[in-house]
Nanobody
Framework: QVQLVESGGGLVQPGGSLRLSCAAS????????MGWYRQAPGKQRSLVAS???????NYADSVKGRFTISRDSAKNTVYLQMNSLKPEDTAVYYC??????????????????WGQGAQVTVSS
């Protein structure tokens, strides 16, 4: 009953910028963490950036200093600002949310949800 919708992907030249958004809707009691992953052709999906409920952030070494993850809690939305983009950043980017809900017995449960993916292409 939770849906994630991504937007903001596209084609950009090296050195350019792009901003991804991921909005969650549905039955959400609280959010433990939000993150962005990416997957290039022939490669494994890997973590790009994450932010926990306290606001602490983590970044992959390859994007540190260039990418910034942020959130709008009121809108259940997470963003990824990407600056100084490189061809190596080309990939499909997926948002992931760890969301707290309740099962039929009223027990708190945690589930991961994925966005549909946004293509980011960095090329001249």
């Amino acid at each position: 009953q939770v849906q994630l919708v991504e937007s903001g992907g596209g084609l950009v030249q090296p050195g350019g910028s792009l901003r991804l958004s991921c909005a969650a809707s549905g039955s959400i009691l609280s959010i433990n963490a939000m993150g962005w992953y990416r997957q290039a052709p022939g490669k494994q999906r890997s973590l790009v950036a994450s932010i926990n409920r306290g606001g602490s952030t983590n970044y992959a070494d390859s994007v540190k200093g260039r990418f910034t993850i942020s959130r709008d809690s009121a809108k259940n939305t997470v963003y990824l600002q990407m600056n100084s983009l490189k061809p190596e950043d080309t990939a499909v980017y997926y948002c992931n949310l760890d969301i707290i809900n309740r099962d039929n017995r009223g027990t708190f449960i945690s589930n991961n949800y994925w966005g549909q993916g946004a293509q980011v292409t960095v090329s001249s």
